[in-house]
């Protein structure tokens, strides 16, 4: 017989965006967290997980990276909770790829990385289970219509496995009927915004946001909700340019799922971030706190 | 006299022995594609590709060095793995995409589309500075160097008023631990 394993402590990985356009990512995670009473450090001194760029133009890096947050996350007895798509499909990535290849060992141990495989990487919502957030919501959601968005890394982990079905994900919809939203019905949950290719190529990712957003309009949604702070930043950076900032009517706010958690908990709205939205989302935590969205 | 087929490699300069060197520089089975067009099929940006994702891997199988390194293709790759999910005989083409993008990088072809290898070496670049992504930098420093200032700036700027690009850089305290990861001179070297 062997002894039960203790899970370890989680340490959230937050990545680079998080601490800067994805900020109301970190704030709303925190809400949720103290509101659920999920204890949460942070992984200490980790970098960047080289995100698309990392294995993009360069052989090693997309494995080096992450590799050294996992021998960071197992020398300080934790596993890593993570919050952005890419950087779980990178950790988790190269997590896989370090207990199942001698040669991906050999290349980190010539840079100084020893890591002996013992480190889980969670993401938030493989977490956060649907009940038990339900049995704590204070002030659902009601009649609020969400749109849940995996995007492409989440789901999409041919090595490592994705959190759930790579065409038809559900978890985050599960988690939304549970706050008391409608999660509506759509084609566009797990398409490709676009990524980094959005920086030195708008006019091209534009073409694909646009399909996105217009699934997400006609299936009536109030709101896309998103897991990654790159497919949040850019679905909103594609309405400031289509609209030039004008026809507020036709923007649909996109946020972070934990934000519509949050306040479905109960959270202070002024504590999520929701001012630093470029297409205004404060409509959404108003038809959350009971005022009604559509009039 | 020479074959038909002899003929058709000496004219697009064929290498047999290179869709080999692809398959172990990527840990993918590239011989296993029969080309059934599943990843052009399902390709987000297979519209705006010079070479479908199928017809690449099969121009990786005859060899066509020259024809694939010079393809836009791989660079137009966003990395969305709908292919490999999707692929019946599980390849991940992404990074066959990866390991043909990386032999033009080191061939001096980065001419397919340099703007886009310009942004992930400036993402690098501040990666290797501070441990850590910087978007302002990373931002400025590739719209600068594009010239692209006129284009981007009205959305940098919708960022910095809702306070959403942090000017000071986050550093990684062991700093010298993640600069030794990038290795030999000149990845990513600032």
Known sequence: ?295 | MRSDAAVTRARHRSDPSWGGRVGAASGEAVGLCYGCGVCSGGCPLASHMDLLPSRLMKAVQLGLRDRVLSAASPWLCVACQTCAVRCPNGIDLSRVMDAVRHEAIGDGREGARPEIHSFHRWFLRTVRLFGRAHEGLLSAGFSLQAGQLRRDLPTGLALMRRRRLALLPHRVRRIREVRRLFGRAGRGRP
């Not at chain 1, 680079?16 to 990512?25: D, F, K, P």
């Not at chain 1, 896989?96 to 969670?122: M, T």
């Not at chain 1, 496995?161 to 065409?167: F, I, N, P, S, Y």
């Open chain 1, 1 to 295: 017989m062997t002894a039960p394993v203790r899970p370890r402590p989680l340490a959230l990985y937050p990545g680079c965006s998080l601490l800067s356009t994805g900020r109301s990512y970190l704030d709303s995670i925190r809400e949720v967290a103290r509101t659920l009473e999920i204890p949460i450090r942070s992984l200490d001194d980790w970098n960047c997980c080289g995100a698309t760029s990392g294995h993009f133009i360069d052989p090693d890096l997309g494995l080096l990276l992450p590799a050294r947050n996992l021998e960071l996350a197992e020398r300080q007895g934790v596993d890593i909770l993570t919050a952005c798509a890419a950087c779980h499909h990178r950790l988790a990535d190269a997590g896989h790829a370090l207990a199942a290849s001698e040669a991906a060992r050999q290349k980190a141990e010539r840079s100084g990385i020893s890591y002996r495989g013992n480190v889980r990487v969670l993401h938030l919502l493989g977490l956060l289970d649907p009940a038990l957030v339900g049995r704590s919501v204070r002030r659902p959601l009601s009649g609020l219509r969400v749109a849940c968005y995996y995007g492409c890394l989440l789901v999409r982990n041919p090595r490592a496995g994705g959190l759930d079905d790579a065409e038809a994900p559900v978890v985050m919809d599960c988690l939304m009927e549970a706050c008391g939203a409608v999660s509506v019905a759509w084609q566009g949950k797990a398409w490709c915004c676009g990524g980094s290719l959005a920086a030195p190529d708008p006019g091209l990712a534009d073409g694909l946001m646009e399909r996105v957003l217009g699934e997400a309009r006609s299936s009536g949604a109030d709101c896309i909700a998103s897991a990654c702070p790159l497919c949040q930043l850019n679905l909103e950076l594609h309405q400031e340019r289509q609209s030039g900032g004008g026809r507020p009517g036709s923007r649909l706010p996109v946020v972070f799922f934990t934000q519509l958690v949050a306040l479905a908990l109960g959270a202070d709205p002024r504590r999520l971030g929701l001012e630093r939205h470029i297409v205004d989302a404060r409509a959404v935590a108003a038809a959350a706190a009971g005022s009604g969205l559509r009039g």
